[in-house]
């Protein structure tokens, strides 16, 4: 069970480390939302490919989900804190360098190690944020703080970043970064005590555990890519292929094995754990693949500028606010597994919207934006709580760690699969700005199969959250 962490000193206290925590995720939610509007015309500037675009967004989820168990293990043992605050002054300095990007490469290589330091600081936020407070009511409401602050960045992004197009380079919008990460530095360092050795895990990290499953991740999400590129006549993609089947099974017979592994599988097995990362996954692929493919359907296929793509995301801002007072009754009302059963699967009807009728005009995917938004208020709450709720004290950076990490990578997953589709089923450069009616309707086929690709991904996912959940139930 979880024991009762030592509460802030003061009041005061409390409110600091509640607005670092929150500027944490705020970061994490914005980066990549923040930058998908701007896809376009950063495809314009740098030349960039469909693939090229595909992992200006992919980099920053790979290297996050890759990376995240490892750094969730890192703060159990080294201190949530001195890991945080090392992950901010990285993130800051890795978005000062995107003022001397001049191509995609180096771009991708910017957002690699920007995931890189989420990596570092997400985990800790919510194990830190669980650990003030000692019941159910009083910890749903603080994560539902710090999600809020996350929502509110996956949902302004979009709108803030297509107006910010209007009068500055894109470069500002990952500019941004730096001022969030000195606020969550300085709410941390003020508002959170130091690491207490007493209450850190004290096992060695599995190094190869950590090599193994990093490896298994990073091939599995960039494997597909290879196909499209090289071709199935290559030996790259196939040799890619096997390696990925090999780092996973490596990564599976180490953590069976090892005295202290990098993650406790029998974690996974617990039904309650099992439900609300399946939950969580579904809602992060949904909510990949819907921005990703309304952001480029807007913009190439309808050829709207960024200004007036960004008023078309404002509806799910609206949502994502005015919906968060009623997440508490929702959740009383109906319980946590139920409660996120249904969000989730509320996400995945959006997609399923989008994907089969959003290409015949916005009212369609007003409509996916709304439910998606409704789905994503509660899911993130209830579902990490559920995640978090039975592990020990020693454990809640790494129980974080999965919860991200299984929402990063279905976000990694999304835009890999809609990037690769994509390259696949449409010809010619995304970028080309005199675009026929034929390659329109090819392009917009493209989206619909990716949509609805996507959406069976997730329901699946839902399913398995709602037989692990009832089997939870029934024990």
């Given at each position: 069970?979880?024991?009762?962490?030592?509460?802030?000193?003061?009041?005061?206290?409390?409110?600091?480390?509640?607005?670092?925590?929150?500027?944490?995720?705020?970061?994490?939610?914005?980066?990549?939302?923040?930058?998908?509007?701007?896809?376009?015309?950063?495809?314009?500037?740098?030349?960039?490919?469909?693939?090229?675009?595909?992992?200006?967004?992919?980099?920053?989820?790979?290297?996050?989900?890759?990376?995240?168990?490892?750094?969730?293990?890192?703060?159990?043992?080294?201190?949530?804190?001195?890991?945080?605050?090392?992950?901010?002054?990285?993130?800051?300095?890795?978005?000062?360098?995107?003022?001397?990007?001049?191509?995609?490469?180096?771009?991708?290589?910017?957002?690699?190690?920007?995931?890189?330091?989420?990596?570092?600081?997400?985990?800790?936020?919510?194990?830190?944020?669980?650990?003030?407070?000692?019941?159910?009511?009083?910890?749903?409401?603080?994560?539902?703080?710090?999600?809020?602050?996350?929502?509110?960045?996956?949902?302004?992004?979009?709108?803030?970043?297509?107006?910010?197009?209007?009068?500055?380079?894109?470069?500002?919008?990952?500019?941004?970064?730096?001022?969030?990460?000195?606020?969550?530095?300085?709410?941390?360092?003020?508002?959170?005590?130091?690491?207490?050795?007493?209450?850190?895990?004290?096992?060695?990290?599995?190094?190869?555990?950590?090599?193994?499953?990093?490896?298994?991740?990073?091939?599995?999400?960039?494997?597909?890519?290879?196909?499209?590129?090289?071709?199935?006549?290559?030996?790259?993609?196939?040799?890619?292929?096997?390696?990925?089947?090999?780092?996973?099974?490596?990564?599976?017979?180490?953590?069976?094995?090892?005295?202290?592994?990098?993650?406790?599988?029998?974690?996974?097995?617990?039904?309650?754990?099992?439900?609300?990362?399946?939950?969580?996954?579904?809602?992060?692929?949904?909510?990949?693949?819907l921005s990703y493919l309304?952001?480029?359907?807007?913009?190439?296929?309808?050829?709207?500028?960024?200004?007036?793509?960004?008023?078309?995301?404002?509806?799910?801002?609206?949502?994502?606010?005015?919906?968060?007072?009623?997440?508490?009754?929702?959740?009383?009302k109906f319980g946590l597994?139920?409660?996120?059963?249904?969000?989730?699967?509320?996400?995945?009807?959006?997609?399923?919207?989008?994907?089969?009728?959003?290409?015949?005009?916005?009212?369609?995917?007003?409509?996916?934006?709304?439910?998606?938004?409704?789905?994503?208020?509660?899911?993130?709450?209830?579902?990490?709580?559920?995640?978090?709720?039975?592990?020990?004290?020693?454990?809640?950076?790494?129980?974080?760690?999965?919860?991200?990490?299984?929402?990063?990578?279905?976000?990694?997953?999304?835009?890999?699969?809609?990037?690769?589709?994509?390259?696949?089923?449409?010809?010619?450069?995304?970028?080309?700005?005199?675009?026929?009616?034929?390659?329109?309707?090819?392009?917009?086929?493209?989206?619909?199969?990716?949509?609805?690709?996507?959406?069976?991904?997730?329901?699946?996912?839902?399913?398995?959250?709602?037989?692990?959940?009832?089997?939870?139930?029934?024990?």
């Open positions: 069970m979880i024991t009762t962490p030592r509460p802030p000193r003061t009041l005061r206290e409390a409110w600091i480390a509640l607005a670092g925590l929150s500027a944490v995720f705020l970061f994490e939610m914005l980066d990549n939302s923040i930058l998908n509007v701007a896809l376009p015309t950063i495809g314009r500037e740098l030349d960039a490919t469909t693939t090229g675009l595909q992992w200006v967004t992919g980099a920053y989820s790979v290297a996050f989900g890759g990376m995240m168990l490892l750094f969730g293990a890192v703060a159990d043992r080294f201190g949530r804190r001195r890991v945080m605050l090392i992950g901010l002054v990285i993130l800051g300095l890795a978005s000062l360098a995107t003022l001397f990007v001049t191509t995609t490469e180096q771009l991708i290589a910017v957002r690699a190690v920007m995931g890189i330091a989420a990596a570092m600081t997400t985990p800790g936020s919510m194990a830190l944020a669980f650990r003030l407070f000692g019941n159910d009511d009083l910890r749903v409401r603080a994560i539902t703080v710090i999600s809020t602050a996350g929502l509110v960045g996956l949902a302004v992004g979009p709108t803030a970043g297509g107006l910010a197009l209007a009068v500055v380079p894109w470069q500002v919008l990952l500019l941004i970064n730096v001022p969030i990460a000195a606020l969550a530095f300085v709410g941390i360092r003020a508002g959170i005590a130091a690491d207490d050795p007493a209450d850190r895990h004290h096992d060695p990290i599995d190094i190869w555990g950590a090599v193994l499953g990093t490896s298994a991740i990073v091939l599995a999400l960039v494997t597909p890519t290879l196909f499209v590129n090289a071709g199935t006549g290559s030996w790259m993609p196939w040799a890619g292929t096997a390696a990925t089947v090999a780092a996973g099974v490596g990564f599976v017979l180490r953590e069976r094995t090892a005295r202290t592994p990098l993650l406790d599988l029998r974690l996974l097995a617990l039904p309650l754990v099992s439900s609300g990362l399946a939950y969580k996954a579904a809602a992060g692929l949904a909510v990949a693949g309304v952001t480029l359907q807007l913009q190439f296929a309808w050829g709207w500028p960024p200004a007036a793509a960004a008023v078309a995301m404002l509806p799910q801002v609206v949502v994502l606010l005015a919906s968060g007072r009623f997440v508490g009754p929702f959740v009383q597994d139920r409660a996120a059963f249904v969000s989730s699967a509320a996400v995945v009807l959006g997609l399923a919207v989008f994907g089969l009728f959003g290409r015949f005009g916005y009212g369609y995917i007003l409509f996916a934006l709304v439910l998606v938004a409704i789905g994503m208020r509660v899911v993130g709450v209830v579902a990490g709580t559920n995640v978090l709720k039975g592990l020990p004290e020693s454990r809640t950076s790494m129980g974080a760690a999965l919860v991200d990490t299984s929402s990063e990578l279905a976000t990694a997953i999304g835009i890999a699969v809609t990037g690769t589709l994509l390259a696949a089923l449409f010809g010619g450069s995304i970028t080309a700005t005199d675009w026929s009616r034929t390659r329109v309707t090819q392009f917009e086929t493209a989206v619909t199969i990716a949509g609805v690709t996507l959406t069976i991904l997730a329901a699946a996912l839902v399913a398995v959250g709602l037989v692990r959940s009832r089997r939870g139930t029934s024990q």
